[in-house]
């Protein structure tokens, strides 16, 4: 059984930093892109970064783009989101997913999704 999860999450003021990980269990992770996801309170679940099976190409929302990093350690099946310069939009819970190829990693299909973690940034 595939499982997903998230922790790492917690309330920051705006402009501090959470590192997320997301660990995969079930199912090694090492030949799909990983993705992290968020839903914010009464929105949809949107996309918002993504990386490679191997690390070496990455994709992000432009609402996060130089101010989040996604990394990935093979070795310990997880994944892991760098946020910094967090703002109050950016409260939302957290999820991982991922998809053989990161050209689809819109459309997430490496398990079912998992509790997610709550990150709430105050102004």
Same mark, same amino acid.
């Given at each position: 059984?595939?499982?997903?999860?998230?922790? +790492?999450?917690?309330?920051?003021?705006? +402009?501090?930093?959470?590192?997320?990980?997301?660990?995969?269990?079930?199912?090694t992770i090492s030949s799909?892109?990983?993705?992290?996801?968020?839903?914010?309170? +009464?929105?949809?679940?949107? /996309?918002?970064?993504? #990386?490679?099976?191997?690390?070496?190409?990455?994709?992000?929302?432009? /609402?996060?783009?130089?101010?989040?990093? #996604?990394s990935r350690d093979n070795?310990?099946?997880?994944?892991?989101?760098?946020?910094?310069?967090?703002?109050?939009?950016?409260?939302?819970?957290?999820?991982?997913?991922?998809?053989?190829?990161?050209?689809? #990693?819109?459309?997430?299909? /490496?398990?079912?999704?998992?509790?997610?973690?709550?990150?709430?940034?105050?102004?």
């Amino acid at each position: 059984q595939v499982q997903l999860v998230e922790s +790492g999450g917690g309330l920051v003021q705006a +402009g501090g930093s959470l590192r997320l990980s997301c660990a995969a269990s079930g199912r090694t992770i090492s030949s799909y892109a990983m993705g992290w996801f968020r839903q914010a309170a +009464g929105k949809e679940r949107e /996309f918002v970064a993504g #990386i490679s099976g191997s690390g070496g190409r990455t994709r992000y929302a432009d /609402f996060v783009k130089g101010r989040f990093t #996604i990394s990935r350690d093979n070795a310990q099946n997880t994944v892991f989101l760098q946020m910094n310069s967090l703002k109050p939009e950016d409260t939302a819970v957290y999820y991982c997913n991922g998809s053989p190829a990161l050209l689809n #990693i819109l459309y997430p299909d /490496f398990g079912s999704w998992g509790q997610g973690t709550q990150v709430t940034v105050s102004s």
